[in-house]
């Protein structure tokens, strides 16, 4: 599929979504490409933008017939941020009247800046891949400047957000889910969410299930005391002793 000059590369569409916006009913849109490696991936078709599955018209198509029962569209990928035509596709989102979230890895803070600066956003969640000094360990590139320079401009910005990390124990320790919860309570959030690493389809196919435990108590009894609105996802026992 040849992709028009100026438009977003689409990699897919998720129609209905109940949890990736908060308070709004909402859909997913899947923007190709990302500069990060993560092992746990698990859009990993996603990662080299390539050509569009989806031509841009025909989201722009279906988000005009949703109007009325859809209030919000998401934006993921992939890295969003990574192509320079998102702010043009936010744009013509918001002319269609729906709020837009964004689903960011952080790595490109002047994009994500200036879109906070603008108010073009009204939900961000911002992933933590690993603590300070450890991106490259994780991800195979040192963007950890760059991600608290993110950070840093989103809580700054008052608009609702989270920040977020998956947990695979093999990939991240206790020791570092400490050190993130460390960074983001010294920059001022009050909302980091941990999310158990689901098992199917990621860049690297190697990579095992999770047996046993993957979140100690120990870790599990600092967040809640370091966040007020501490949250689990993925894992419905665990979520269940957060709730108690």
């Known amino acids: 599929m040849t992709d028009s000059p100026g438009r977003p590369i689409v990699g897919g569409l998720q129609p209905l979504t109940m949890i990736d916006f908060p308070r709004r009913i909402a859909c997913v849109v899947f923007l190709r490409g990302c500069n990060l490696r993560c092992q746990y991936c698990h859009n990993p078709e996603l990662v080299e933008k390539g050509s569009g599955d989806i031509p841009w018209d025909d989201i722009l198509a279906f988000?005009?017939?949703?109007?009325g029962f859809l209030e919000g569209v998401?934006?993921?990928?992939?890295?969003?941020?990574?192509q320079d035509t998102l702010e043009a596709a936010i744009e013509d989102t918001l002319a269609l009247g729906y709020a837009v979230g964004l689903h960011t890895n952080g790595a490109f803070p002047q994009r994500l800046g200036g879109l906070l600066e603008r108010r073009r956003l009204a939900f961000v969640a911002l992933d933590i891949k690993a603590p300070p000094g450890h991106y490259r360990d994780l991800t195979g590139v040192p963007i950890d400047a760059a991600v608290r320079e993110s950070a840093r401009l989103l809580i700054d910005s008052a608009i609702e957000h989270e920040f977020r990390t998956t947990v695979h124990p093999t990939l991240v320790s206790p020791e570092w889910i400490l050190q993130i919860g460390d960074f983001l309570k010294s920059l001022g959030t009050t909302r980091f969410v941990?999310?158990?690493?689901?098992?199917?389809?990621?860049?690297?196919?190697?990579?095992?299930?999770?047996?046993?435990?993957?979140?100690?108590?120990?870790?599990?009894?600092?967040?809640?005391?370091?966040?007020?609105?501490?949250?689990?996802?993925?894992?419905?026992?665990?979520?269940?002793?957060?709730?108690?």
């Not at 988000?63 to 109007?67: G, I, P, Q």
């Not at 998401?74 to 990574?82: K, Q, R």
């Not at 196919?205 to 005391?225: A, D, M, Y």
């Open 63 to 67: 988000l005009d017939r949703r109007r």
């Open 74 to 82: 998401v934006f993921s990928g992939g890295e969003p941020t990574f």
């Open 194 to 244: 941990l999310q158990k690493f689901q098992e199917g389809k990621t860049l690297d196919p190697s990579l095992p299930p999770i047996t046993g435990e993957w979140l100690g108590k120990s870790v599990l009894t600092r967040l809640r005391q370091q966040f007020p609105r501490f949250g689990i996802r993925g894992d419905p026992t665990a979520e269940k002793d957060l709730a108690a």
